[in-house]
């Protein structure tokens, strides 16, 4: 049995898990966009991160095999880049069940609805087909949310499909929009299974793995059941009270993020924290304990939903904005980060001529110049500096700090870890970990699992 | 929970005054009485009652109409008549009661004012805010010109400045409004009996020093100031509150008891902080109770000092009657400049033995407001003491975000519980 906590962070974008084990080492991470139903987003985020642990698990299994061993790394690769193939595929198998389910209930004139299935059909077979395109071992699309995924290939389709058939691109659109709030509420944990197989079946087909089918087999299957026994779990984030929680099990998420980044930077002394709907500027003493903080007030202007709105706006996927912003030559100066504003601002400039990615690279700097003034309200930057959240994950954003760290403080290094979105989920986990109180009572185990989603009165596991 | 709302002895005798007086100015015209509206900071109310007149306080009614939820109204009444959203919440909150019958809390009207009387001019709005009613009302308008304590201090020049408006400007208008002579031995008697009530409060907020604290010097606080910072001070009633007041809070010390919240007792005083700025009223009780329900006691505040920095040693001198006026409208809280603000805050966390404070900053208050970050990080520099900021507004409840707030306050206990972890 292994035991962990856990740390999870529910965020008003993403909701994300942590298991660390009592090394305090983080054995998996797991995340989701779910946003309607904060139960639920827990429950996936947790599954997530358990399936990332199995892995974590799988992958010391097969370096540790004198026969496998140096292969371990392409091997695993392959592995993961499948897994999420399979998942990526079952969820568009759901979304075109959805879309067809949809247009069938809205009741369009019979015609109509011939049209609209089969432009879905054309859409939905290309998204399929994209798909494999898109997952490689390596690729970026593994780490994108589903969402953003089916989101910027959907509009492309759809697109194209309307030029050839009659339909209307907004009715798809519009379909698209209801189908994908369904199925992110939908929980694919059943399927676990079936994705391993998956995954595994095209490993065992590449002819560098083939000879060791077997015991790669084995491995999956041993991994695929072991079981983690939960000592403690901390919520934080915006969703933290919703949830069932003890309030000893609750943390701000600003404790959290200042714990998390010294976790993973130890000699951070400034935090920046660009989430969904607040900025946060921390200060942490040499134990990452938080000594001070500055966020933003009532109004979230510049903080990740405003990126989300405006990727609305321009019909592309929020992860776009920032590979597109950084091919701006030219920025142009934007005055307002108010996202009710950006609308207007951004049609407006399109409609002066003014290039895309010019300016995206100006709202960029926008949000950034919001955060130092935070961060200046907070006692300004002291290295080391870490960069933490979702946002922090847009290219276009880092590039814009460092430039203004620059200007205002000097010159000086920006920690990013690539699991910057995991920091509060991680100081989530370090908290339950640390807990003067110990391990939680069984009353609080009993409350926790009913949001785990395992009966209550049962020990803690995360049974997939 | 408890759902029926806590309420100290003294709080039932404060409430019992304040509807008196309102009976009294709903009778005022039928009673022949002349009605002086003026401002908090400053006020000169045993003056105004020595001419037998009766006060009426704007900002208490804004701050008033905040707490019984009808402030929100009454701004957008003012903004629709051309108010931004940007002017201060209490002139719109004035103005939109105004415009909507200028009902007080009795439901009764409130008489018009036969003066405006502007004795603390350190705060512009209030200038601003006046001019605004006199065109409203077409009455005299009076005021004071307060030198601000740019250097910290009160000079004798400052002093004599002061008297002298007071005597040969506010008296003889004072004395034209209500057709009569100033009767210096009743002002005497008034200033005396001010004194008498001040000592008595003195030792209502020095109470906070002990452990557990048996006062709220802030949520607590707010009700404290009612009868001395208004209509009261003078008067035998108001020392009879604060000795009633006194005789509460020594039941409590005694009793090893802590404040009453709406709640019931606060009972675990986990933390003791030291607050600056004015309270947020459209959502009182919700942001109480997010410092009751985690054991966080406000031992000192500055914004219970408005009307008054008694526990620094002013007193109203019976002997030297306008001197002594002057003193007071000079010493406003407000009037003194950011480093004798800063000495003050860091003397209550020092005296109060305070694990944190807190500065609430409002949007709508510059007076306050100004200069307050810079305040918090000398405070954090000079005590070592972590303090917390935070953002609402006086009475514009579009302006309190009750999620930020709370996400800010917790953050902060959980951050001074760290601390004292890791200590």
């Known amino acids: 049995m292994d035991y962990c906590y856990i740390g999870i962070d529910l965020g008003s974008t993403t909701t994300k898990a942590v298991f660390l084990d009592e090394q305090e080492r983080v054995l998996g991470r797991g995340i989701t966009n779910s946003r309607s139903n904060y139960e639920l987003a827990c429950q996936v985020a947790r599954e997530e991160a358990e399936i990332n642990a199995r892995f974590g698990l799988l992958r010391k299994k097969l370096e540790a095999s004198p026969r496998i061993g140096a292969l371990a790394e392409p091997l695993m690769a392959v592995l993961s880049c499948n897994y999420a193939l399979a998942q990526h595929l079952e969820q568009l198998k759901a979304l075109r069940a959805e879309c067809h389910g949809l247009a069938a209930a809205h009741g369009f004139e019979a015609g109509e609805t011939g049209r609209i299935n089969q432009a879905l059909g054309r859409i939905f077979d290309a998204l399929d087909q994209q798909a494999q395109a898109d997952f490689f071992p390596g690729s970026a699309a593994a780490s994108d949310f589903f969402r953003d995924l089916a989101t910027s290939h959907y509009l492309k389709q759809a697109e194209q499909v309307t030029r050839e058939l009659p339909v209307s691109f907004d009715r798809l659109v519009g379909l698209f929009d209801a189908a994908i709030i369904r199925v992110e509420n939908h929980s694919f944990a059943g399927l676990y299974r079936q994705y391993l197989e998956f995954a595994t079946g095209r490993a065992s087909a590449d002819e560098r793995f083939a000879p060791f089918a077997a015991e790669i087999g084995a491995a999956v299957t041993d991994t695929a059941e072991r079981r983690f026994n939960v000592l403690n779990t901390v919520g934080t984030g915006y969703g933290r009270l919703t949830l069932p929680f003890a309030r000893e099990q609750i943390r701000s998420e600003i404790l959290c993020h200042g714990l998390g980044a010294h976790y993973m930077f130890p000699q951070t002394r400034t935090v920046l924290d660009i989430g969904g709907q607040d900025t946060k500027a921390i200060q942490v003493d040499e134990h990452g304990i938080v000594t001070g903080f500055q966020m933003n007030d009532r109004c979230a202007a510049g903080c990740g939903r405003y990126l989300g709105y405006i990727a609305d706006e321009m019909n592309i996927g929020v992860h776009e904005l920032g590979p597109l912003a950084l091919q701006s030559t030219k920025p142009v100066k934007i005055n307002s980060t108010c996202t009710v504003f950006a609308g207007a601002e951004l049609r407006e400039l399109m409609s002066l001529g003014q290039k895309r990615e010019d300016i995206l690279a100006g709202l960029h700097r926008a949000i950034i110049l919001r955060a130092m003034s935070l961060l200046a309200r907070s006692g300004g930057v002291q290295p080391e500096f870490t960069f933490t959240g979702g946002v922090a994950r847009n290219q276009a954003v880092t590039r814009a700090l460092e430039d203004l760290v620059f200007e205002n403080y000097g010159r000086m290094k920006i920690n990013i870890s690539a699991d910057s979105i995991f920091t509060g989920a991680v100081g989530g986990a370090l908290f339950a970990k640390r807990d003067p109180k110990g391990v939680m009572a069984d009353l609080e185990i009993k409350k926790l699992n009913t949001c785990g989603g395992a009966p209550a009165g049962q020990p803690a596991p995360c049974a997939a | ?423």
């Open chain 2, 1 to 423: 929970m408890n759902t029926e709302v806590q309420k100290e002895q003294s709080m039932v005798i404060q409430k019992k005054m304040l509807g008196e007086h309102y009976e009294k100015l709903a009778r005022a015209r039928k009673d022949g009485k002349k009605v002086v509206y003026t401002f908090v900071p400053g006020n000169l109310n045993e003056l105004i009652l020595a001419f037998d007149m009766l006060p009426v306080h704007p900002e208490v009614n804004a701050l008033q109409s905040g707490m019984r939820k009808l402030s929100g109204d009454y701004i957008q009444e003012a903004e629709k008549l051309g108010h931004s959203e940007d002017v201060c919440t209490y002139v719109k909150c004035d103005i939109g009661m105004l415009k909507k019958g200028n009902l007080g809390p009795t439901g009764e009207p409130l008489p018009e004012p036969d003066l405006l009387l502007l004795s603390y001019t350190g705060c512009f709005t209030f200038m601003k805010w006046f001019e605004l009613l006199k065109q409203e009302y077409n009455c005299p308008m009076v005021m004071l010109q307060v030198p601000y304590q740019g250097d910290g201090r009160i000079t004798p020049s400052m002093r004599e400045y002061t008297a002298r408006q007071l005597r040969e400007v506010l008296v003889p208008v004072l004395e034209q409004v209500s057709g009569k002579k100033l009767d210096e031995a009743r002002l005497a008697e008034l200033l005396a009996s001010s004194a008498r009530a001040e000592d008595d409060l003195v030792y209502v907020w020095e109470s906070g020093k002990h452990r557990p604290s048996p006062i709220d010097g802030y949520f607590g606080g707010v009700y404290y100031i009612g009868p001395i910072f208004t209509a009261f001070r003078g008067v035998p009633g108001c020392e009879a509150y604060y000795r009633a007041l006194r005789q509460e809070v020594d039941f409590r010390i005694a009793h090893g008891m802590g404040p009453t919240t709406p709640e019931g007792e606060l009972r675990q005083q986990k933390y003791r902080v030291v607050v600056e700025g004015p309270p947020n009223w459209t959502s009182f009780r919700e942001f109480w109770k997010i410092f009751y329900d985690e054991g966080v006691v406000m031992v000192a505040s500055t914004y219970t000092k408005v009307g008054g920095l008694y526990d620094k040693g002013f007193r109203h001198d019976p002997q030297d009657p306008f001197n002594t006026l002057a003193e007071y409208c000079l010493g406003c809280y407000t009037n003194r400049n950011l480093p004798a603000r800063v000495d003050l805050i860091e003397q209550y966390i020092r005296d109060y033995d305070a694990d944190g404070f807190l500065f609430n900053s409002i949007k709508s208050c510059n007076s306050f407001s100004a200069g307050q970050l810079m305040m918090l990080r000398e405070l954090e520099k000079r005590t070592g003491k972590a303090g917390a900021f935070i953002e609402s507004d006086l009475v514009d409840p579009r302006y309190f975000s009750a999620a930020n707030i709370k996400n800010r306050l917790e953050s902060y206990f959980q951050m001074l519980e760290a601390k004292r972890l890791a200590a």
